[in-house]
């Protein structure tokens, strides 16, 4: 069984980081891909970045220059999305999510308010 552990919202102010982390935990490996979706209040799931087993990235044009999305070398079950110049527009439920197989697997959602 999988399960994807995410850690590191919060709140912050206007122009400040966090960095959160997405640990993929079971009998899993070779992860196709692994993402961060976030969710505000009345809108739509949307992609915030992504990585693939090959290394590329993808960023919503909204975080380009300011995101940064990374795998743990040793242990490439691990994802971690660097937030910098945070804008109160960020804030939303930000949510891990990885392709496995065929399989799509979502963590649990995490909590990120910028205050302005």
């Known amino acids: 069984q999988v399960q994807l552990v995410e850690s590191g919202g919060g709140l912050v102010q206007a122009g400040g980081s966090l960095r959160l982390s997405c640990a993929a935990s079971?009998?899993?490996?070779?992860?196709?891909?692994m993402g961060w979706y976030r969710q505000a209040p009345g809108k739509e799931r949307e992609l915030v970045a992504s990585i693939i087993s090959g290394g590329r990235t993808n960023y919503a044009d909204s975080v380009k220059g300011r995101f940064t999305i990374s795998r743990r070398d040793n242990a490439k079950n691990t994802v971690y999305l660097q937030m910098n110049s945070l804008k109160p527009e960020d804030t939303a439920v930000y949510y891990c999510?990885?392709?496995?197989?065929?399989?799509?697997?979502w963590g649990q959602g995490t909590q990120v308010t910028v205050s302005s």
């Open positions: 079971g009998s899993i490996f070779s992860i196709n891909f």
């Open positions: 999510y990885i392709i496995w197989g065929s399989q799509g697997y």
